[in-house]
């Protein structure tokens, strides 16, 4: 299964933009990127999905390279709300449904 | 949104003793539910993928025998821990899929087990 490496933390400021970085160089013709979220001691939290094209919804954007080797999950005004670990996950092919946590990026806001 | 709950929300037992947990969809028909562990400061490891009526497949490493899943209801699946021991402690989480493809899980808030 094609993996995804993300930086292991991140900060940012109340209502700054941020910018969390994937990379998934080995990414199949089939593989969808999710995102997910998870707050401390619950469960993780669905945010975005995406196969080629851009995406927007009410909690954030996902930006994908053009050569889909690379996404960015962009939280356009962080809040303390936003602080949790964000996991980019690929699905596709044998790994149909399943969802593979890494260790995430731990998003710290400041206030 | 979709609403996925789990029953109890924290469990604390005694060495030896089975403990069930319930995972429910209420307000959609989950054709598809996974059960996750998480130790302490690690990420979610998928224990078990189970569809409704059929029986459950797990992933390497997890003892069938030990954590038994039943999905007998396209709203229900339960998750017994047979016979704990303190490394069994852990956070449990379930989620729940409505099969479309490539749709996305809905995460219940968890089950936090103490095993004495």
């Known amino acids: 299964d094609a993996k995804t490496t993300q930086p292991n933390s991140m900060e940012s400021n109340e209502e700054e933009p941020v910018h969390l970085p994937c990379n998934h160089s080995t990414i199949s013709g089939t593989d969808y990127i999710h995102w997910y979220r998870q707050l401390p001691s619950q469960g993780p939290e669905y945010v975005i999905h995406?196969?080629?094209s851009n995406v927007n919804n009410r909690m954030a954007s996902l930006a994908i390279a053009e050569d889909r080797k690379s996404s960015t999950l962009i939280l356009h005004r962080a809040t303390l709300r936003d602080a949790a670990v964000y996991y980019c996950i690929l699905t596709g092919g044998t790994s149909y449904g399943k969802l593979t946590f890494g260790q995430g990026t731990i998003l710290t806001v400041h206030p | 949104g979709a609403v996925v709950s789990q029953h109890p929300s924290r469990v604390i037992c005694k060495s030896g003793t089975s403990v069930k947990i319930e995972c429910r969809s209420l307000d959609f028909q989950a054709t598809t539910m996974f059960w996750y562990r998480q130790f302490p400061k690690q990420s979610l490891m998928l224990m078990a993928t189970s569809n409704e009526g059929s029986k459950a497949t797990y992933e390497q490493g997890v003892e069938k025998d030990k954590f038994l899943i039943n999905h007998a209801s396209l709203t229900l699946s339960t998750l017994t821990v047979t016979s704990a021991h303190p490394e069994d402690s852990s956070f449990y989480i379930c989620?729940?899929?409505?099969?479309?493809?490539?749709?996305?899980?809905?995460f219940g808030p968890g089950t936090r087990l103490t095993v004495l």
């Open positions: 995406g196969l080629t």
């Open positions: 989620s729940a899929s409505s099969g479309r493809l490539y749709n996305e899980q809905f």
